[in-house]
């Protein structure tokens, strides 16, 4: 049996979600992060419970990211973390954005 596939359909699609992957690594707008003159960056681990694929992992890191003082963020699937490298980073404020994206917080390792 033969199916016909709508193109213009499947390119609209298609266009859809590569524009939807392009907003998940889009750059912050309207924002300069200046590093305080001589101060290193501080890194803090996450230890995070709950997240079972690579969707979770994006959105723990698109809401680490909006975090202030937040300037690199790395989630690792597999150790269930996160690691958070920035200036004057608050416990209280990385937690509570791992618990908007659906996620509990553990324990925070570092300085």
């Given at each position: 049996?033969?199916?016909?596939?709508?193109?213009?359909?499947?390119?609209?699609?298609q266009s859809s979600i590569s524009q939807t992957v392009k907003n998940w690594f889009k750059p912050k707008?309207?924002?300069?992060?200046?590093?305080?003159?001589?101060?290193?960056?501080?890194?803090?681990?996450?230890?995070?419970?709950?997240?079972?694929?690579?969707?979770?992992?994006?959105?723990?890191?698109?809401?680490?990211?909006?975090?202030?003082?937040?300037?690199?963020?790395?989630?690792?699937?597999?150790?269930q973390s996160a690691l958070v490298e920035g200036f004057h980073l608050n416990n209280s404020d990385l937690?509570?954005?791992?618990?908007?994206?659906?996620?509990?917080?553990?324990?925070?390792?570092?300085?």
């Amino acid at each position: 049996m033969n199916q016909k596939i709508d193109t213009d359909n499947k390119e609209k699609h298609q266009s859809s979600i590569s524009q939807t992957v392009k907003n998940w690594f889009k750059p912050k707008e309207n924002v300069v992060e200046v590093q305080p003159s001589g101060e290193k960056p501080l890194k803090k681990l996450l230890i995070i419970e709950g997240m079972s694929c690579g969707h979770c992992t994006m959105k723990v890191k698109s809401e680490l990211m909006d975090v202030k003082g937040v300037t690199q963020v790395q989630v690792n699937l597999t150790k269930q973390s996160a690691l958070v490298e920035g200036f004057h980073l608050n416990n209280s404020d990385l937690m509570q954005a791992v618990k908007t994206a659906g996620y509990c917080v553990t324990q925070i390792l570092g300085q």
